[in-house]
């Protein structure tokens, strides 16, 4: 199952999913220490564009791929981004095309093999493929009870779907065309109301198979979340959540 191929779950991305981006690319910035950006670069999994849009700060030309239509249809143009549907493991692009490759919370939804021989293909001699996710701790610093409903009720009632381990380690990511040159772990945090906090769990893969995988309706889950999280917030209008994330940056080869 593409958990992001409907036109339901898709519509649910540019109103949920938190724009941390920027904070990830400031950090590929400083460890290139770049002084003119990349000439072309191609961003995988782009979703409805967020991850696309913050890599204008260091690159010039940008193409964001999704394989999802629906996902690809509410991104906001931008004359300096082409946006196109496609497979990540069959990408329409000559050889040599990019400098630079990112992915953003995709990585574990591929076939490991098949990608790399592909991002291998498409980059430049020593390009770049950076691999970054950005996930939610389930702790609130205003209520540690909010943890345990996470885990216990939230959890227990939408499980993660299976997906690939997402790590890289030295001698593998060699074997694969890909030399890992570095790694990073980075922290942020978003206040979000009662509201908030459902739009973005709403766009959860765990959420998402249950909908439309047709198990649940969307505006049921909303119901209860927002009953059973309504003792969490007490009085509070926003609370604080707790994200964190690896980047790792390997670079091809050849």
Known sequence: MNFFSSKSAAGRYPRGRPYFHPLVIERINSFFSLAKPVG???DIGCGTGLSTVA??????EIVGVDASPEMIA???KDECIEYIVADALRLPFREDEFELMTLSSAFHWLDREKFFREAERVLHSRGWLIVYDNYFSGRMEENAA???WYRQSYLSKYPAP???SLTFAGEDSGNEGFHLDGQEQYQNSLNLSIEGLIDYLTTHSNVIA???GGSEDINEVRRWMTESL???FRELKEATFL????IWYLQKTT
Do not use: C
């Open 40 to 42: 072309h670069a191609i």
């Open 243 to 246: 994200f964190y994330g690896p």
């Open 230 to 232: 309504k003792p969490l």
């Open 146 to 148: 909010f943890e345990t």
């Open 74 to 76: 509410l991104v906001e």
């Open 162 to 164: 299976p997906r690939a």
């Open 210 to 212: 249950a909908v439309e």
């Open 55 to 60: 890599l204008k700060e260091i690159a010039g």
